[in-house]
């Protein structure tokens, strides 16, 4: 009844940049924190960046000053706008949201990820 929808992956040369965007639909109430996470092939998911709903973000050490996250609540979307990109930032990119169909509880629901290849 909820699906998270993913876009914007893609192959980038070095030092280039990427717009991630994760819309969520269907039976929603609100949502509350939006996150960004990553998979690199043999490595543990990572968190990257996160959001609240009234806008106050924070980074993985690794991204800092490189990635921005922002959240348009009217689209019920999330967005990661990585710039400077390393070969070290290829991964799979999944979203994940705090939805809220309910005004007490809520469930996390993952988007089914897309593939961030940096390389040259």
């Known amino acids: 009844q909820v699906q998270l929808v993913e876009s914007g992956g893609g192959l980038v040369q070095p030092g280039g940049s990427l717009r991630l965007s994760c819309a969520a639909s269907g039976s929603i109430f609100s949502i509350g924190a939006m996150g960004w996470y990553r998979q690199a092939p043999g490595k543990q998911r990572e968190l990257v960046a996160t959001i609240t709903r009234g806008g106050s973000t924070s980074y993985a050490d690794s991204v800092k000053g490189r990635f921005t996250i922002s959240r348009d609540n009217a689209k019920n979307t999330v967005y990661l706008q990585m710039n400077s990109l390393k070969p070290d930032d290829t991964a799979v990119y999944l979203c994940?949201?705090?939805?809220?169909?309910?005004?007490?509880?809520?469930?996390?629901?993952w988007g089914q990820g897309t593939q961030v290849t940096v390389s040259s």
């Open positions: 994940k949201f705090e939805i809220y169909r309910t005004s007490y509880a809520y469930i996390e629901y």
